[in-house]
């Protein structure tokens, strides 16, 4: 089992830089594929970035590509995303999510990933 907590989520304005981080308790993190997702007041929950256990296939939304990074350290048990250029649109909960494989398919989704963190609130004002 993973037990996922989300750390470095606040209040930006537009334009600014913020990292997330996932820090994961137990033995599993190392073998598990990993996720960042969001959810908007009044929005579903959408897919940010995924990331297999040995980071070597990333994959983004469109709407986040080249401007946010997900990373992992498995040695640390953490997973990052740094987040660049943030914009109103980008005002979310955050949610760290890990999956009990260490790899995912074609089009992950929420079904995808059996183990959630508690999220972390990022507001970006303009």
């Known amino acids: 089992q993973v037990q996922l907590v989300e750390s470095g989520g606040g209040w930006v304005q537009s334009g600014d830089s913020l990292e997330l981080t996932c820090s994961a308790y137990?033995?599993?993190?190392?073998?598990?594929?990993m996720a960042w997702f969001r959810q908007a007041p009044g929005k579903e929950r959408e897919l940010v970035a995924a990331?297999?256990?040995?980071?070597?296939?990333?994959d983004y939304s469109d709407s986040v590509k080249e401007r946010f990074t997900i990373s992992r350290d498995n040695a640390k048990n953490a997973l990052y995303l740094q987040m660049n250029s943030l914009n109103p649109d980008d005002t979310a909960v955050y949610y760290c999510?890990?999956?009990?494989?260490?790899?995912?398919?074609?089009?992950?989704?929420?079904?995808?990933?059996?183990?959630w963190g508690q999220g972390t609130q990022v507001t970006v004002s303009s």
């Open positions: 137990g033995r599993a993190f190392s073998s598990a594929a």
């Open positions: 999510a890990a999956r009990s494989a260490p790899f995912y398919g074609l089009r992950p989704g929420e079904e995808d990933f059996g183990y």
């Open positions: 990331i297999n256990w040995r980071g070597t296939r990333i």
